[in-house]
């Protein structure tokens, strides 16, 4: 099973939608957890991190996390044509020597169709 | 502020060359990173530096020879490369290893 699974899309929604991005992960110890923004040619962006259970909301993205399922999950409300990018989904083990390795998943391919 | 800053922003190099990847933050973060992107795939880590000693080292060949001077920068240097290395090099930073980490605009180095 690999570490951190999200689906590959390409995931296509209409303006104004609400986009949804699943990620889930094997490591059960995993403490922290990021979602990054990556346009083509440039480099991943910050958007969201998370840290426990429940919903966190910033503007128009809410990040949700449930750790005893190993789900994380980004919604992205009222969606413009300017978030067409790849959602990476990052996990940190955040124990041990393993402190700072991030592992990304593959990418979410959005696409917002004006 | 959240800006980490990466030169250059192009390099080709042939492989019997020596160059150095450069990054830089002023966000007073005491961990920095280094990730290989190749195209259409996640960022890899490669190494990880923390309060300026070497942490993680995720087994990248000897040809790749990271450096901390201080706590602000953060060098790569390069030597005998091979074409598969050719991709997108990024330096990223944060608060501690395990905080949220802020990607530099990478360099996009093209192995001849």
């Known amino acids: 099973q690999k570490e951190v699974e999200q689906n590959s899309g390409p995931l296509s929604v209409p303006e104004g939608a609400i986009a949804s991005l699943n990620c889930t992960y094997s490591?059960?110890?995993?403490?922290?957890f990021f979602w990054y923004r990556q346009y083509s040619g440039k480099s991943p962006e910050l958007i969201m991190s998370?840290?426990?259970?429940g919903d966190k909301e910033d503007g128009r993205f809410t990040a949700q996390l449930n750790k005893a399922s190993q789900y994380v999950s980004l919604l992205i409300r009222d969606s413009q044509p300017s978030d067409s990018a790849t959602y990476l989904c990052?996990?940190?083990?955040?124990?041990?020597?393993?402190?700072?390795?991030?592992?990304f998943g593959k990418g979410t391919k959005l696409s917002v169709k004006p | 502020d959240t800006e980490v800053t990466q030169t250059p922003k192009h390099l080709v190099m042939g492989m019997t060359n020596k160059k150095s990847l450069k990054c830089e933050q002023h966000?007073?973060?005491?961990?920095m990173y280094w990730y290989k992107q190749k195209a259409k795939k996640p960022p890899e880590l490669m190494f990880v530096?923390?309060?300026?000693?070497?942490?993680i080292n995720e087994s990248v060949p000897s040809r790749f020879s990271p450096e901390c001077p201080n706590s602000s920068l953060l060098n790569l240097h390069l030597h005998a490369l091979q074409p598969e290395d050719s991709a997108l090099y990024l330096c990223?930073?944060?608060?501690?290893?395990?905080?949220?980490?802020?990607f530099g605009p990478g360099t996009r180095l093209t192995v001849t």
């Open positions: 990052a996990v940190n083990r955040g124990y041990g020597g393993s402190q700072g390795n991030l592992i």
């Open positions: 490591d059960r110890g995993s403490q922290s």
């Open positions: 990223a930073s944060s608060q501690r290893t395990g905080d949220e980490q802020y």
């Open positions: 966000m007073g973060h005491r961990a």
């Open positions: 998370i840290y426990s259970n």
């Open positions: 530096y923390s309060y300026e000693k070497l942490s």
